[in-house]
């Protein structure tokens, strides 16, 4: 996937995590996601990291969403189940539509992998033009469910741009 007809996916990358917000820990799932989106042939034209609280994610996303920037909104974190893990709350308030079919790709993908991925709360949607996933937070979830999706990538957001 190098693009989707004239010009590469334009991508933001939010990672959500408490402790990585406040410099705690490094944030490494996110750079993971900037790397593969950056291996086919996405442009990162955004990163941030946020912490769990559910507006504050939701009104990230729809700026992204809004900003006429982006193509794809991803997010690394949150989607799990604990209490402060509101990732796919935040991204039901801001998708105009669903796109469960990639969150079920995704899982179906990892569980070859892994049984804990059946605790996945990923939600994909879409709001506007733009296309919003949700990853897990952990380098190697956020990889492998990212690339259980990327060849779809091109496609989908040429049907969102048209």
Known sequence: MKSTGKMPIRAA????????????????????VVEELE?????????????????????RLQACAESGKVDLVVTAGGTGFAGRDVTPEATRRVIERDAPGLAELMRAES???????????????????TLIVNLPGSVRGARENLLAIARLLPHAISLLRE
């Open 111 to 129: 569980l070859r992998i892994t049984p804990l991925a059946a605790l996945s709360r990923s939600v994909c949607g879409i709001r506007g033009r």
């Open 13 to 32: 990358v939010l990672t959500i995590s408490d402790s990585a917000s406040r410099g705690e820990r490094e944030d490494l799932s996110g750079p993971a």
């Open 39 to 59: 291996r086919i042939g996405a442009e990162i034209v955004e990163t941030a990291i946020l912490a769990d609280d559910e507006m504050e994610i939701a009104r």
